[in-house]
């Protein structure tokens, strides 16, 4: 992996590419500290949480693991005393810990990150993961009866992007931004035929994000009718709004209720999982089950709470014997062979989701925490279910 030193802001794009090549290397390439960091405190405050983490990592190393630490955690410091640009409020740097030490990434953020910081095997990623929810971006289209605007709102850049005509112009938001000359024609619903084209090929342009109409609803069911059925299915809802309403309020409408609309489709995941969970049968739970249906590809959408919490645990790098609850032996139980790592099964879970492109819900709720804080939705569900669990069901009953 070659590192990234731009110091641009991290898009939600580029997060999901960074993510799945971190999640590519391979546990037996080395160490990497994975360090994430909240700029907000101001840089003093993140040495001193840097100084404080690596205080209690370097207490379970010796001789040459400990100095590559050491040349690692240097580097480290030097990367965070760069500057990093006025709206960088957030870090996260991965280091490859040897005698040479390398960045594999480094991601700057418009959005604060909790600090947190480890050295495993594998990257650190779940912090990335939790990021991903607040970079969402959907598109806008505010319509009223003589004029017409669209733009891009990303949850985690306090800019809008405003797209100009026939241009994708990033200028700062400007209120009387008019994408389409005042059409008083527009006020009986005939000026939109005109300008159809020029709309799809603008919001075709913003990807395969969600979409947003605001305004008159008179108006915005009229465009609705106009879209292409494509870009119907990306429609989240329409948003009343009054004629006075500026691009930048309807913007911050927007928000609101695009943050609703995610939350709502983690609880939905959750509640199938919870489902699933109940009848045997297309859902598993618990960090022992979800590992086993990640490790055999039977996995469709990984679900774990946002406050899962590390541990430790082992895995056999001969046999694949593994057990998430346990220090790791000499050797392994099975196989009798040393070839036994340590295991952090979240970084595990969250590492194997990237591998295989996985869909990750990070949702709240005492049901999962019950379950264990984790599971996932499988692919292949079995034509016949087990029944149910009785209601006296324990926590041992339901996690495998």
């Known amino acids: 992996m070659k590192p990234n030193w731009k110091k641009s802001i991290t898009r939600l794009h580029g997060l999901e590419r960074h993510i799945a090549l971190l999640a590519e290397r391979p546990a037996g390439a080395g160490p990497v500290i994975s360090c994430?960091?909240?700029?907000?405190?101001?840089?003093?405050?993140?040495?001193?949480?840097?100084?404080?983490?690596?205080?209690?990592?370097?207490?379970?190393?010796?001789?040459?693991?400990?100095?590559?630490f050491e040349h690692g955690l240097m580097l480290l410091l030097e990367r965070l005393a760069q500057r990093l640009g006025p709206r960088a409020r957030g870090l996260s740097l991965f280091i490859a810990v040897r005698s040479d030490p390398v960045v594999l990434t480094s991601l700057t953020f418009a959005v604060p990150v909790?600090?947190?910081?480890?050295?495993?095997?594998?990257?650190?990623?779940?912090?990335?993961?939790?990021?991903?929810?607040?970079?969402?971006?959907?598109?806008?289209?505010?319509?009223?009866?003589?004029?017409?605007?669209?733009?891009?709102?990303?949850?985690?850049?306090?800019?809008?992007?405003?797209?100009?005509?026939?241009?994708?112009?990033?200028?700062p938001l400007r209120s009387d931004l008019r994408l389409v000359d005042p059409a008083p024609s527009i006020d009986t619903g005939k000026g939109l035929d005109r300008h159809i084209k020029f709309v799809e090929r603008v919001l075709r342009a913003g990807g395969r994000s969600y979409l947003f109409l605001a305004g008159d609803p008179r108006l915005c069911a009229t465009l609705y009718g106009l879209l292409s059925p494509t870009l119907r299915a990306r429609l989240v809802q329409t948003l009343p709004l009054p004629a006075d309403c500026s691009l930048k309020q309807a913007a911050e409408v927007s928000m609101a209720a695009f943050q609703e609309f995610e939350s709502g489709v983690s609880q939905a995941t959750a509640a199938r999982l919870l489902r699933g969970v109940r009848t045997q049968g297309s859902a598993v739970a618990g960090a022992a089950a979800t590992l086993s249906a990640m490790r055999e590809q039977r996995a469709d959408t990984l679900v774990i709470s946002h406050d899962y919490p590390s541990s430790n645990g082992w895995v056999c790098n001969s046999c694949g014997t593994s057990d998430v609850r346990a220090q790791a032996p000499a050797h392994c139980p099975s196989c009798g062979g040393?070839?036994?790592?340590?295991?952090?099964?979240?970084?595990?879970?969250?590492?194997?989701?990237?591998?295989?492109?996985?869909?990750?819900?990070?949702?709240?709720?005492?049901?999962?925490?019950?379950?264990?804080?984790?599971?996932?939705?499988?692919?292949?569900?079995?034509?016949?279910r087990a029944a149910p669990l009785p209601r006296q069901a324990t926590t041992l009953d339901l996690v495998a």
């Open 338 to 384: 040393d070839n036994v790592a340590s295991l952090d099964p979240r970084i595990e879970l969250i590492r194997l989701a990237g591998q295989q492109r996985l869909p990750v819900e990070l949702v709240d709720g005492d049901e999962l925490r019950y379950l264990g804080g984790v599971g996932c939705l499988l692919r292949d569900t079995p034509e016949t």
């Open 36 to 68: 994430h960091l909240d700029l907000t405190r101001g840089e003093a405050a993140c040495r001193r949480f840097i100084t404080d983490q690596a205080s209690s990592l370097r207490n379970d190393l010796h001789g040459r693991a400990r100095r590559d």
């Open 114 to 171: 909790h600090n947190r910081m480890a050295l495993a095997a594998t990257p650190d990623i779940f912090p990335l993961l939790c990021l991903k929810d607040r970079l969402e971006s959907h598109m806008l289209v505010l319509v009223q009866p003589t004029w017409l605007q669209i733009a891009e709102v990303n949850l985690g850049d306090p800019s809008v992007k405003a797209w100009a005509t026939h241009s994708t112009s990033t200028a």
